[in-house]
């Protein structure tokens, strides 16, 4: 569970397991406690009670340049340091998290993923646009070549074409890495895209998971129903 410093109840609980590989899309209500789990998930929140194991080893344990490896963390709205998109690319170099010589090792490739144009990689990040700025993180988070990708609706910003461009790329680097994903999105049609599991949150709560395609078309729980058919009607 989560509690606020002012004592509110944020996830309560919360008894999940994700086996290596797969996917899980977190939806529900805003507020209900998503982007908090994505948080613990990575270490940004410690729980108020109870125990977080990633990968079989207690977070606790882990040395936290070593989870911000294997975990990467796309937020909603990116944090792009002031400079150059290189410059923030090398953000993982700077932070000991991997060395110079998996960064360049790595680099080509994953621009190419994520669709970072080289003729942007020394323009400063304020010149970005929305769905740049989203590539640029993407491509941060995937240069680490994290075990498991967790991503706060990281198609919000993006237009359709770009969102699906994005997402399909995650996609592809998950089924060639063997990469557990984890992420959050208000787009119902984007989570009926993947295979894999959807989880409901509603205040602070799972009230209901399941395959993707059962779950998004035969909910069981009425609030989930309530929740579909709200985001149905837009």
Do not use: Y
């Not at 908090?36 to 990575?42: G, P």
């Amino acid at each position: 569970s989560l509690r606020t410093s002012t004592g509110v109840q944020v996830l309560n609980n919360i008894n999940w397991q994700l086996e290596a590989g797969e996917t899980a899309t977190l939806i529900g209500p805003s507020g209900s406690g998503k982007t908090r789990l994505l948080q613990m998930l990575n270490g940004l929140q410690a729980a108020s009670t109870g125990d977080i194991r990633i990968f079989e080893q207690d977070i606790q344990n882990w040395e936290m340049r070593a989870l911000r490896k294997s975990v990467g963390l796309v937020v909603q709205q990116p944090v792009l340091a002031a400079g150059s998109v290189m410059k923030n690319l090398k953000t993982p170099v700077d932070l000991g998290v991997i060395s110079e010589e998996e960064f360049e090792e790595n680099l080509q490739e994953t621009l190419s993923i994520c669709q970072v144009s080289e003729e942007i990689l020394e323009r400063p990040t304020h010149r970005l646009s929305g769905g740049e700025r989203g590539r640029v993180a993407m491509a941060r988070a995937l240069l680490t070549r994290p075990k498991a990708l967790l991503l706060d609706e990281p198609t919000s910003a993006l237009d359709g074409p770009t969102a699906h461009t994005l997402l399909q790329a995650v996609e592809d680097w998950k089924k060639r890495n063997n990469t557990t994903v984890v992420w959050v999105t208000h787009r119902v049609e984007d989570a009926k895209k993947f295979q894999g599991r959807v989880v409901v949150l509603m205040k602070g709560e799972i009230i209901e998971e399941g395959p993707a395609n059962t779950l998004l078309e035969r909910p069981q729980h009425p609030e989930t129903q309530k929740f579909l058919e709200s985001t149905a009607r837009g």
